[in-house]
């Protein structure tokens, strides 16, 4: 597996760590578990680190020097030949490998070389694609699509988490020569499962009874954090003026984002109702989760949305953006609501209908729950091993 930008290691919610870690950790886990030998490469971001982590039998990360160890994530680019390199040498002192999965659209420059130079199937996870961002008010440069695209017309399958997910990707690229899969994330019922509210916030030293309103993601725009804090003020307005936010999750990049969230909450008067949580490790988010009311995801995107999956596992009901596999997450009206524009009225008229309704949050926490049981990390791993031993049977695609 490659994942060169960001590590399974990393802290998720800081950086650029967050869903897409946890899905390479927990795949390349669960495979390992099921007898397929993983590897992750990821490029090493910081001096000191070990060549290589034994993260359990079967499962270890790798970690590659290219370039200088702190870099931009726009100057990536520049160093994922010196990677690939890297990669290469290694595969071939372990005595090569049965298929490469890349993740992430700088990975697959990575994994579209190593499928020519190595003969081994291409399977993608794009996590998200230009042109699902720029849609959603998030554009990125022209070489990323451009790149996509090259990717797209070789790879031998395209990994995506949900219908979707795909659908999107037909809506906005040429089918592509090779074949979709999907493999769904999944969560660890033994992390992520309904519990006691008051003995969540007890442990987390929350007030018993007021509101509560969490959400959990890094902080920039495409997670909407703003629109979070703005859907605080419009609660006031609806008898619920004591509710509280709390922001879990840390800067991505550069801070400046984080720093204009925080003079908007001053600007609006919400020092005292919205509160800035250090990202957290991901085991414990589960206390989080089960210490809301609602938790809010007013993603711009989301190629899959790990975070409404998990509150939905603990039981509590989500107000999510109608946005890629949030549709696929949320039922509205059963688990939660999806929100269709990027208003806070709508937003707040939610989560005050959750708060004004014991009887319905319950039930949509129910809800929630038995709709998370389908999603399991093994499942995922079985339909992974599943599609690699095929395409190592199947001639592989033909570059266009």
């Not at 804090?229 to 550069?254: Q, Y």
């Not at 107000?319 to 208003?343: K, M, P, Q, Y």
């Amino acid at each position: 597996m490659i994942s060169a930008h960001t590590s399974p290691l990393a802290q998720p919610g800081s950086g650029d760590s967050g869903g897409m870690n946890v899905y390479v950790r927990e795949l390349a886990s669960s495979l390992a578990q099921s007898g397929v030998d993983c590897t992750v490469y990821t490029r090493a971001d910081a001096a000191g680190l070990a060549p290589e982590v034994l993260i359990e039998p079967g499962y270890r990360v790798v970690h590659v020097e290219a370039g200088p160890h702190h870099l931009p994530k726009e100057a990536l680019c520049e160093v994922m030949d010196e990677f690939t390199d890297a990669v290469k040498i290694d595969i071939a002192a372990r005595g090569g490998v049965d298929a490469v999965h890349a993740h992430y659209w700088l990975s697959g420059l990575v994994g579209h070389r190593l499928k020519h130079e190595l003969g081994v199937p291409f399977v993608m996870t794009f996590h998200t694609l230009a042109r699902i961002k720029a849609a959603g008010g998030d554009p990125d440069p022209g070489l990323r699509e451009v790149a996509e695209l090259d990717i797209i017309n070789c790879a031998d399958a395209i990994s995506v988490s949900c219908a979707e997910e795909e659908r999107q990707f037909r809506s906005l690229h040429p089918d592509p020569v090779g074949r979709f899969e999907t493999i769904a994330p999944g969560v660890h019922p033994a992390f992520f499962s309904p519990g006691d509210r008051r003995g969540a916030r007890r442990a987390l030293d929350l007030d018993p009874d007021r509101p509560l309103v969490v959400f959990v993601g890094r902080i920039q725009p495409l997670k909407g954090p703003d629109l979070a804090v703005r859907t605080m003020e419009r609660l006031a307005g609806l008898g619920h003026g004591d509710a509280r936010l709390l922001i879990i999750g840390g800067s991505s990049g550069a801070d400046h984002h984080t720093t204009q969230v925080r003079e908007l909450v001053d600007e609006l008067g919400l020092s005292d109702r919205v509160d800035f949580v250090a990202p957290q490790p991901h085991h414990t988010l589960s206390s989080y989760y089960r210490a809301a009311d609602v938790v809010m995801v007013p993603s711009r995107s989301e190629s899959f949305g790990l975070v409404a999956l998990e509150a939905a596992a603990c039981g509590i009901p989500v107000v999510a953006s109608g946005v890629g596999g949030l549709l696929s997450l949320v039922e509205h009206g059963r688990t939660g609501f999806v929100i269709d524009e990027r208003n806070p009225r709508p937003f707040a008229d939610a989560v005050a209908a959750i708060l004004d309704d014991p009887v319905l949050a319950a039930r949509m926490g129910r809800a929630g729950y038995e709709h998370s049981l389908q999603y399991r990390w093994g499942t995922a791993a079985a339909r992974a091993r599943r599609l690699y031993l095929e395409l190592t049977a199947l001639e592989p695609v033909a570059c266009l």
